[in-house]
């Protein structure tokens, strides 16, 4: 059974970072395309950012280009998003998921960002 443990959210005010993580087990984690998604109040899903299998590459959506990084360490099953520069409109719930995924996601984590 895949699980999917998404960790590090919080309130914090605008211009603040958070770190997130993603621990992954029940797959192969080094085989995977991996992605954080986020999906805010009354809102759809929506892409935030891609790291490919090996870390080698990656892709970020417009709103978010230039204030979070993806990563990704093999060795420990872990997904991370390091988020800076903190807005109000990236309220949300954060998951991450593998390519391909068509399963539930995990709990997630909130991130609320207010002054």
């Not at 085989?31 to 109040?41: F, I, K, T």
């Not at 204030?67 to 990236?90: C, G, H, V």
Request: hydrophobic share 30%; with cysteine; glycine share 14%.
């Amino acid at each position: 059974e895949v699980q999917l443990v998404e960790s590090g959210g919080g309130l914090v005010q605008p211009g603040d970072s958070l770190r997130l993580s993603c621990v992954v087990s029940g797959l192969t984690f080094g085989s995977y395309d991996m992605s954080w998604v986020r999906q805010a109040p009354g809102k759809g899903a929506e892409w935030v950012s891609t790291i490919d299998s090996g870390g080698g590459t990656t892709y970020y959506a417009d709103s978010v280009k230039g204030r979070f990084t993806i990563s990704r360490d093999n060795a420990k099953n872990t997904l991370y998003l390091q988020m800076n520069n903190l807005k109000p409109e990236d309220t949300a719930v954060y998951y991450c998921e593998p390519e391909g995924w068509t399963g539930s996601w995990g709990q997630g984590t909130q991130v609320s960002v207010s002054s």
